[in-house]
């Protein structure tokens, strides 16, 4: 089975600092890879997805994120957060296309103004 | 815009009793899940469904089960609710696109307390 890593479990940043959130994955097949996110009070909702083609994945809000395949890694980055990005993250992956997804850990961001 | 609604967002039971979690989701998917978020734990899936009455544990199905007889809705069952399973149940559903996996809609969850 596969299984999902995220290192930060808990990340404070200044507002305008750069982000980069780890996630790595055990899976050596093909696979589907998806940032969702859950601002406090809200729904978990999906932030950006990677299928296939280009690496450099781009969100909403300014995130992108980068597969590298030989690292078995999907990073999250934002060049400059803001407080609004207070929320926590998680990583998931879907292998070969089956529906059924395994969630990392989470990571709660907190920006202080 | 998907809407994916729980019937309850708190919910207070009795250790040994029967408890319903009801999920609704109004776009005509196909797969539903049910998960449960603890904190450090992330998601985890107790089940999914892929067509109605069609369903498939997930990695801790244990002390629960499910009922999908309309498509839009999916329902999970605490058979004798105990307190380890005072959780945050999330309720999500997917179309089935064909073209890998799809993107899960989530409802707000119910907060269920085990006393």
């Known amino acids: 089975a596969q299984s999902v890593s995220q290192h930060n479990h808990h990340v404070i940043l200044s507002e305008a600092a750069s982000l980069e959130l780890g996630c790595n994955y055990s899976?050596?097949?093909?696979?589907?890879l998806f940032w969702y996110v859950q601002y406090p009070g809200q729904h978990l909702q999906l932030l950006l997805k990677?299928?296939?083609?280009?690496?450099l994945v781009k969100g909403i809000k300014g995130f992108e994120a980068e597969f590298i395949k030989s690292k078995f890694s999907f990073n999250l980055r934002k060049p400059s957060v803001q407080w609004s990005d207070t929320a926590e993250y998680f990583c998931a992956v879907g292998p070969g296309g089956y529906q059924k997804v395994t969630f990392g850990t989470g990571t709660k961001l907190q920006v202080i103004p | 815009d998907v809407k994916v609604t729980q019937s309850s967002r708190y919910l207070v039971k009795r250790t040994g009793e029967k408890v319903f979690l009801e999920c609704v989701q109004d776009m005509d998917h196909e797969n539903m899940f049910w998960y449960r978020q603890d904190p450090g734990l992330g998601l985890r899936l107790i089940y999914f469904s892929y067509d109605v009455k069609m369903k498939e544990k997930g990695d801790i199905p244990e002390g629960y089960s499910v009922s999908r007889e309309k498509k839009e809705r999916f329902s999970l069952i605490l058979e004798s609710a105990s307190t380890n399973q005072t959780s945050m149940y999330l309720c999500?559903?997917?179309?089935?696109?064909?073209?890998?996996?799809?993107?899960?809609?989530f409802g707000p969850g119910t907060r269920l307390t085990v006393l």
């Open positions: 899976y050596g097949g093909t696979v589907n």
């Open positions: 999500a559903s997917s179309l089935n696109t064909g073209a890998g996996t799809d993107t899960q809609y």
């Open positions: 990677y299928f296939s083609g280009d690496p």
